[in-house]
């Protein structure tokens, strides 16, 4: 029985052809398109700092800003690939890495993943970080180029791992006679770089470019560019489009939420069997895109924000909003349940704060006369179930 239900699966989806989808990956985070509309400056700013590899001299360090979704990532990967293509075409020594230091989790796999792409393998195992490091500076100094080197999202991997790594990697021309280094480090946290070590926020940050966030005419414009070669003609009309556009607009110009909901929308248009994206499926698209990144919050929150929130919960479905003392009081007794010590008071209403910064709940200060003030605290109802269903303890 059950084969006949993926049979009928799998004839359904794989034989018929997408009415909506032209190339579905063009809309792939991932995906860097031939040309990045409104980041003619940027690109060419971090151009103008690297070009100089092409003479052979050592690039300024780069630390680049912006808010999530604001192309660092495609200028970094286009501008590097671009020069590492003309380098080799002018038999220039110029060769660039890139690693996500968010996804790419130790000190040891992301100094393996920098020397890989020197054409080193570094076994996954087995050898000492400061080996590793060694093979790397040797092969370094036997090729005698220069090697940009990005490192995306550093702020997660410095909270993590410390600033060890970045610290060696800026000093490594000084090991080095004839390779040459040069780092572009790439953050969303403006505050991060104030907590690095001095010495290596100087030289990372030699330059600094910092990207804006697009307006809903940028977005437009992004948005058009790839759904003109992701979707079928017709299928996706420039009034979805400046929908899409203002959408992400209004949540801090954000360009990687805004093609997730063009492809969410024409994913949902696609299971409905529609031939066009319509403003319902964007609404739709809107929707289940807020329940994933509630999700993934909820189950990624440390232990204690997790029994908060479950004490938060509960009080919403007993009696619709709780106070911070109200909170504290089920707080304590869940975690006494589940044979956890509980934290202080004062915690607790930290963790409620960070909660509300994180926008799972609602938390409003509200006076009680001579009593002082408290906070009244409330959850989207709309997100009740989906939050409920994220709390595994
Ligand atoms: N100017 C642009 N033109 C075309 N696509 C763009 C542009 N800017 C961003 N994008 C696209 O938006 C998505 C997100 O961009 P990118 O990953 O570069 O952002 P980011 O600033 O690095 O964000 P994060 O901090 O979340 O990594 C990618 O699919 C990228 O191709």
């Not at 360090?61 to 590097?80: D, E, H, P, W």
């Not at 997660?156 to 060890?164: A, C, L, N, P, T």
């Not at 089920?330 to 589940?338: D, G, S």
């Not at 209403?349 to 009244?376: C, F, P, Y």
Request: aromatic share 6%.
């Amino acid at each position: 029985m059950a084969s006949d239900i993926i049979d009928e699966i799998i004839e359904s989806r794989l034989k018929k052809k997408s009415r909506i989808f032209m190339n579905k990956e063009i809309l792939h985070p991932d995906y860097i398109p031939e040309t990045l509309p409104h980041r003619e400056k940027e690109i060419r700013k971090l151009a103008e700092i690297l070009v100089v590899a092409l003479k052979g001299e050592r690039p300024s360090n780069v630390l680049i800003y912006g808010l999530t979704g604001t192309g660092k990532t495609a200028v970094a990967k286009y501008v590097s690939r671009r020069l590492a293509e003309k380098a080799s075409a002018l038999n220039t020594r110029l060769l660039h890495a890139y690693v996500n230091t968010r996804k790419v989790d130790t000190t040891y796999r992301v100094i393996a993943s920098i020397a890989s792409s020197l054409g080193l393998r570094i076994p996954s195992t087995g050898i000492a970080i400061s080996e590793v490091y060694r093979r790397y500076t040797r092969a370094l100094e036997n090729w005698g180029g220069l090697h940009i080197v990005v490192l995306d999202e550093i702020d997660y991997y410095v909270r993590r791992e410390g600033d060890d790594l970045l610290y060696k990697l800026v000093r490594i021309n000084e090991e080095l006679e004839k390779a040459r280094v040069a780092i572009v480090g790439i953050t969303n946290d403006i505050n991060f770089v104030e907590n690095l070590d001095p010495r290596v926020r100087s030289s990372l940050g030699e330059e600094e470019i910092v990207f804006p966030p697009y307006d809903a005419e940028q977005l437009y414009d992004i948005l058009k560019q790839r759904a003109d070669k992701a979707f079928y003609p017709g299928v996706v009309s420039s009034k979805i489009i400046s929908y899409c556009a203002a959408l992400a607009a209004r949540e801090h110009g954000d360009a990687r939420r805004a093609l997730d909901l063009l492809r969410v929308a024409g994913e949902i248009a696609e299971r409905e069997g529609s031939s066009i994206v319509t403003i319902k499926h964007v609404k739709k698209a809107q929707i289940e895109l807020e329940e994933g990144r509630v999700f993934q919050a909820v189950s990624t929150l440390p232990l204690h924000p997790k029994l908060v929130l479950k004490a938060i919960v509960e009080l919403m479905k007993e009696k619709g909003t709780s106070t911070t003392g109200e909170v504290y009081n089920k707080y304590f007794k869940i975690a006494l349940e589940y044979g956890i010590e509980p934290l202080t008071q004062r915690r607790i209403s930290e963790i409620i704060t960070q909660l509300d910064m994180i926008g799972l709940i609602n938390a409003v200060v509200v006076s009680r006369g001579r009593h002082g003030k408290t906070k009244l605290i409330k959850i989207n109802s709309g997100l009740l179930d989906v939050i409920e269903g994220a709390i595994k303890l």
